[in-house]
């Protein structure tokens, strides 16, 4: 294989991979649920990221509403939280921002 083969070849392979990644990235922020679970999992808490059920977090008030909708943010609620043993509190509750097509999560309380 020549020089200029192996030129276009390692292109292919570097094209693909961050089309992978990008895909992937996709993904796992496709969705509020997905980005949630992506949060919950990079955070450490792999099992709970899988297991858990997320509902939209109907609890908050009506000027919490209006001020979410004027950010463009919701709130979710894991049913089966985990437990972060450094602050020894329940992180059950999330905020999920939209930009565009993508949706990213942030924790925003839990009980303590």
């Known amino acids: 294989m020549g020089a200029k083969q192996k030129k276009i070849l390692f292109r292919k392979r570097v094209v693909i991979g961050l089309a992978s990644l990008v895909v992937l990235f996709y993904l796992l922020h496709s969705t509020p649920n997905m980005a949630v679970r992506t949060c919950v999992f990079f955070t450490g808490h792999p099992v709970a990221a899988i297991?858990?059920?997320?509902?939209?977090?109907?609890?908050?008030?009506?000027?919490?509403?209006?001020?979410?909708?004027?950010?463009?943010?919701?709130?979710?609620?894991?049913?089966?939280?985990?437990?972060?043993?450094?602050?020894?509190?329940?992180?059950?509750?999330?905020?999920?921002?939209?930009?565009?097509?993508?949706?990213?999560?942030?924790?925003?309380?839990?009980?303590?």
């Open 51 to 112: 297991t858990s059920d997320i509902e939209e977090d109907a609890g908050y008030s009506e000027s919490d509403k209006k001020e979410y909708k004027k950010i463009n943010t919701k709130a979710y609620t894991l049913t089966n939280p985990p437990l972060e043993k450094a602050t020894d509190s329940v992180l059950e509750n999330y905020q999920v921002e939209s930009y565009g097509l993508i949706y990213f999560a942030k924790f925003s309380g839990g009980l303590q």
